[in-house]
């Protein structure tokens, strides 16, 4: 409280917290009295207490994201899901998740052909783009509809559980059948989208926005929590620096950084990380020897004509290599790729 409170008013002060829901605990030094507010302080508004005019200063404690704090849930989570044939997946808690496919859906053969390649080297889930955030209007969008569409054939196909990204809530129903949902680095702050993810319980890949730090990474992980859905896998993918030597830089000390703070499972994403192909594997197996849940990887049959992504995609032989590496890796961390 600023100096000069009077007893009675930090009294008066203390009784409206209280109405909020805390315990108010007094401190009452020589010239000040510092109030510490005891109890689930997430409905306090800091912005309001700052604005009174008997308030000198606020420090916030406890991190702001307390569902998605490690102190909520001490345990690593475990994200579930069940494939259309085979074993369940998992990712987190001693399980890596491998996520391959295109950046995005262009053809039926193309869909296919990656599916069962990267199925064949070992990857747990297809991904595959189907609404795409480009920088210009006049790229390729994707395919819409359609792209779901081959998507889930090629899930049907392989068994593989798909992994594709929603732009817009009013697609919402055409993701009935994709096992998660990305939410892009673009999206990452788009609280309607998170919201309405929060409702729908099914497993959210959450990417980390373009210039992001990790405490607003982590509150956008807490709209889903605080909206009932904690399926959520947190993906690293590169931040926007002064190099432009690579198309992003990959934070990779946000994989520990997360893993301390948070309970949700981290995986990286060193193909948007990069956008270069030939980095790809070096940074992949850099994120599994830090303690990633798993990666998601860009992979094209072929990439020179991609339609989306070529420069950063790897090849099918690429990845079969990769996977050969990744498995030695899991080995050394103790984890099982599922
Ligand atoms: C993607 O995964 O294809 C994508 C668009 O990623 P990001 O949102 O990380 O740029
Ligand atoms: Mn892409």
């Known amino acids: 409280m600023k100096q000069g409170t009077s ?10 917290l209280e ?8 401190s009452e030094g020589a010239s000040q009295t510092v109030l510490g507010l005891v109890g689930d302080t997430t409905n306090i508004d800091e912005e309001s207490l700052r604005a009174h005019h008997l308030v000198e200063k606020v420090i916030r404690v406890q991190a702001p994201y307390k569902r998605a704090h490690r102190q909520f849930h001490p345990e690593n989570t475990r994200i579930d899901i069940a ?3 085979g074993p369940d997946r998992h990712i987190g808690a001693g399980y890596l998740g491998i996520i391959a496919g295109p950046c ?7 869909i296919i052909t990656i599916a069962a390649s990267v199925k064949q080297s070992g990857a747990g889930f297809l991904r595959g783009g189907a609404f795409k955030p480009r ?11 359609e792209g779901l569409t081959l998507l889930l054939e090629a899930k049907k196909e392989t068994g593989l559980p798909i992994v594709s990204e929603l732009m817009d809530v009013k697609h919402l129903d055409g993701f009935n059948e994709v096992d998660i949902i990305q939410i892009g680095a673009r999206n990452m702050q788009n609280f309607t989208l998170l919201k309405e ?6 497993p959210v890949l959450l990417k980390r926005g373009l210039a992001s730090t990790i405490k607003e990474f982590l509150m956008a992980a807490e709209y889903l929590i605080a909206g009932g859905n904690d399926r959520i896998v947190l993906c690293e993918r590169g931040i926007r620096t002064f190099e432009d030597f690579t198309r992003n830089t990959l934070d990779l000390s946000a994989v520990p950084g997360l893993k301390k703070e948070s309970h949700l499972p981290v995986i990286v994403d060193p193909s948007h990380a990069t ?7 070096a940074l992949a197996k850099a994120a599994i020897a830090a303690g ?6 860009e992979v094209h049959n072929n990439p020179e004509t991609a339609r989306c992504d070529g420069e950063q995609s790897i090849t099918p032989a690429d990845f079969a290599g990769l996977m050969e590496m990744i498995q030695k890796y899991a080995a050394i961390e103790g984890k099982q790729i599922a």
Request: hydrophobic share 40%; charged share 15%.
């Open 104 to 110: 995005s859906v262009e053809s039926r053969e193309q």
């Open 292 to 297: 990633a849940d798993g990666i998601m990887v």
């Open 7 to 16: 007893a009675k008013e930090a009294q008066a002060f203390a009784a409206v």
């Open 275 to 281: 956008g270069l192909s030939w980095m790809v594997p």
């Open 135 to 145: 920088t210009s209007p006049y790229s390729f969008q994707g395919l819409g509809d």
């Open 83 to 85: 494939a259309p044939s």
């Open 197 to 202: 993810l929060g409702r729908c319980g099914k």
């Open 19 to 26: 109405q909020q829901g805390v315990k108010v605990h007094f």
